[in-house]
């Protein structure tokens, strides 16, 4: 008989974003007509850039020749867009970076789980609370998690490192040591950001201990402070103890679309084994590319014209932001966030729990939230909003959640 994976019978009831996808749809059936807003999902709204659309255009014509017709690609993505990415994301910020140093795949959620299969099962994990789910169920399908404590919404052999508001959401390194560091900033959740101070300690960590930091930008467009680093590479030491995932989706509105890269420096080395190596035979084992038409839409934004183009979108999202921010001050709620991250973390009046005023949010104000403590427990007395939605329906939400309260 075939034996399943035991680590997936371990795994609490639903992904989060599933779950209140299911809390939201429950409740628009049993209260028909109800205009419910969603800022819970960090889903883009805004149409894709116009150079963007061109350069699919074109791509699906070239396609349609006989010259131009292209088969499977690289596993790794094409040159032209390898090229692109090494040139703008990092040489033009003066970082190294060797575009065989790039892997193109189809999402940094997709390339944050599968990293685990270059990854012994024995590493101590560690993870910021509140963290986006996908880094702590992955590791527990994986067996990297113990067992679920249901009473602590804590797995057992992860390290959680609390992120409150006491260390401005962002953590120091742990006194335990971990082997596997997962780090995401502009956060997801919280919003919060960590300096170049902050991001040198944590690499300082990994290198004398042997450890590798999974860094996630994928919020990086949404960084306005000047000081703050886009980049775990832009730190000295980093490119032998870290790996970045970057992604198109909330930069160039590609959530739809997918395409998103895994960083893995040729220096990075554990147990005398190149992690670039690794990473290559996993992806060329298990990864066929990216569609061609895609990687020419992504390479599009590196252009003058997408450049600008993205910017503008962005710039939407960031005054939705704002308006958020502004508005929910305004009621007299604490919120952290949403200035260099799409993401608002508000603090639940009067000490309510998360899922209590997810609830009372969707029925009082039909407005969707994602609540904190599905995050993880630090993130309990919290709920998510998102920037992403349309400027309109953002600022009618606010005001909603205003005369609710
Ligand atoms: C989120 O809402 O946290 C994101 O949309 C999830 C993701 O990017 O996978």
């Known amino acids: 008989m075939a034996k399943i994976n035991q680590n997936y019978l371990k795994l609490p009831g639903s992904y989060l974003f599933s779950e209140v996808a299911r809390r939201i749809s429950a409740y628009s059936a049993a209260h028909p007509g109800a205009n419910i807003i969603r800022l819970s ?6 149409p894709l850039a116009p150079s963007v659309v061109e350069a699919m255009r074109r791509a699906v014509d070239e396609m349609g020749t006989a010259e131009g017709f292209r088969g499977y690609g690289p596993e790794q993505g094409y040159d032209f867009l390898r090229q692109a990415i090494a040139q703008n994301d990092y040489q033009a910020r003066g970082v190294h970076m060797d575009p065989r140093e790039i892997f193109v795949s189809d999402g940094a959620k997709s390339d944050c789980g599968n990293i685990g299969d270059i990854f012994g099962t024995d590493n101590v994990v560690a993870v910021c609370d509140p963290v986006y789910p996908v880094y702590v169920d992955t590791n527990a399908m994986a067996g990297r998690a113990g067992e679920y404590q249901e009473r602590l919404g804590r797995w057992s052999r992860l390290v959680y490192m609390p992120c409150v508001e006491e260390n401005g959401f962002a953590p120091a390194p742990p006194k335990e040591k971990a082997d596997i560091i997962y780090l995401c900033f502009p956060n997801n959740p919280t919003g919060a950001v960590a300096g170049r101070e902050q991001l040198k300690a944590w690499v300082d960590y990994a290198n004398a201990n042997g450890s590798v930091i999974l860094y996630d930008s994928a919020y990086e467009a949404f960084i306005t402070q000047e000081d703050i680093p886009h980049s775990i590479f832009e730190i000295e030491g980093a490119r032998t103890c870290a790996i970045e995932f970057r992604s198109f989706s909330k930069t160039a509105g590609f ?27 996993r992806q060329s084992t298990k990864f066929n590319g ?4 895609v990687q020419r839409g992504a390479a599009a934004v590196y ?4 450049r600008e183009q993205t910017r503008a979108a962005i710039a939407y999202y960031q005054k939705n932001a704002q308006v958020i921010r502004d508005g929910l001050a ?3 709620l604490q919120t952290f966030g949403g200035v260099n991250a799409p993401y608002i973390w508000l603090k639940t009046p009067g000490g309510m729990g998360s899922w209590e005023f997810f609830d009372l949010m969707l029925d009082r104000a039909n407005v969707a939230s994602t609540p904190g403590a ?7 007395g919290y709920v998510r909003l998102t920037a992403f939605g349309g ?3 953002t600022a ?8 609710a309260l």
Do not use: H
Request: glycine share 12%.
């Open 41 to 46: 999902i960090g889903d883009v709204t805004q």
């Open 255 to 281: 959530t739809g679309n997918r395409c998103a890269y895994t960083v893995v420096p040729m220096e990075l080395e554990r147990d005398g084994a190149s992690l670039n190596a690794l990473w290559n035979r």
């Open 290 to 293: 990216v569609p061609y038409v």
């Open 303 to 306: 252009t003058p014209q997408g």
């Open 330 to 332: 305004d009621a007299g």
């Open 374 to 380: 599905g995050f993880g427990p630090s993130g309990e």
């Open 391 to 393: 400027a309109q329906a």
């Open 396 to 403: 009618e939400a606010v005001e909603r959640i205003k005369s």
